[in-house]
Nanobody, 125 residues
């Protein structure tokens, strides 16, 4: 089992920045990929970014490329999402996720085994 706890959400004006954190505990040695998805009211959960725990390869949705940066601290078992130039359309609940088996892709909900409870990000115009 892997437990994930997010923090860092909040209210910010358009153009501002936030940094989300996700602390992993439990069987963290078995993690292959960690990522972030987001879900706005009435919409499906969508991929934001992911990082391979070994090697550090990163992946981004086109909608956040160049504005968001995912990173990890292996010693702290923590993944971060630095969000810059935020837009009102970035408003959503952001969920941290992890998988414990290798997958070819990183952008589908079904590719992940564990989810955090989510943290609200609200961007005002």
């Amino acid at each position: 089992q892997v437990q994930l706890v997010e923090s860092g959400g909040g209210l910010v004006q358009a153009g501002g920045s936030l940094r989300l954190s996700c602390a992993a505990s439990g069987r963290t040695f078995s993690v292959y990929t960690m990522g972030w998805f987001r879900q706005a009211p009435g919409k499906e959960r969508e991929f934001v970014a992911a990082i391979r725990w070994s090697g550090g390869s990163t992946y981004y949705a086109d909608s956040v490329k160049g504005r968001f940066t995912i990173s990890r601290d292996n010693a702290k078992n923590t993944v971060y999402l630095q969000m810059n130039s935020l837009k009102p359309e970035d408003t959503a609940v952001y969920h941290c996720t992890a998988n414990t088996s290798p997958t070819w892709g990183v952008g589908r909900v079904a590719e992940y085994d564990y989810w955090g409870q989510g943290t609200q990000v609200t961007v005002s115009s």
